[in-house]
């Protein structure tokens, strides 16, 4: 059993950390999509509303499951016994942070590989800071996360009018 975590903020999860996910799944038997507890930067959604979303957005997916996590990110993984770390690729800019990362993560466990995979054309163009924006301006994301996120988007700009 080939087990990888793919840790995020998730806030909140699209179709492209889905689709990085389910594409992980042809390396892997089981991917975790893992929602780190104490991001640097300020979330709109708690934890527990991004784990929430993640676990009926991943409940579709054979072999993708949710989780969420606060502690090192290497210490959760190997917590789980996974051999890996998957993360989405964008841009550029994209590449020097998950590089910085990636350094950072194999130097606190070697045994540990990171896997980055490219971001697909469909939805390079994603991300959850998008998504809130557009929510935020009353514009429904639909193309970019999945049913129940939209709801939860609404709710939430809703409440904050
Ligand atoms: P972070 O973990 O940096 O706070 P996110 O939760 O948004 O950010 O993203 C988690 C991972 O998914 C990161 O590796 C990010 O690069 C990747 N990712 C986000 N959006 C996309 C996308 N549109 N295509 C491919 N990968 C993506």
Redesign the pocket.
């Known amino acids: 059993m080939r087990i990888a975590v793919?840790?995020?903020?998730?806030?909140p999860?699209?179709f492209?950390?889905l689709?990085?996910a389910a594409r992980a799944t042809r390396l892997f038997d089981r991917v975790v999509m893992a929602v780190?507890d104490r991001?640097q930067?300020h979330v709109l959604f708690s934890t527990e509303e991004r784990l929430a979303l993640l676990r009926v957005a991943t409940a579709d997916i054979p072999g993708v499951e949710a989780a969420s996590y606060n502690t090192l990110t290497v210490e959760f993984a190997r917590s789980l016994g996974a051999v890996a770390l998957?993360?989405?690729?964008?841009t550029v800019n994209?590449f020097e942070?998950?590089y910085a990362?990636a350094q950072l993560n194999q130097d606190l466990e070697p045994a540990i590989e990171v896997v980055?995979?490219?971001?697909?054309r469909r939805?390079?163009?994603?991300?959850?800071?998008a998504v809130r924006e557009l929510a935020s301006l009353g514009r429904d994301p639909v193309e970019y996360v999945p049913p129940p996120v939209l709801a939860a988007l609404r709710q939430k700009y809703a409440q904050r009018g």
């Open positions: 793919y840790p995020g903020s998730f806030d999860v699209t492209a950390h689709e990085i780190f991001p930067k998957v993360r989405g690729l964008r994209d942070a998950e990362l980055l995979l490219m971001a697909s939805y390079a163009h994603v991300s959850s800071s």
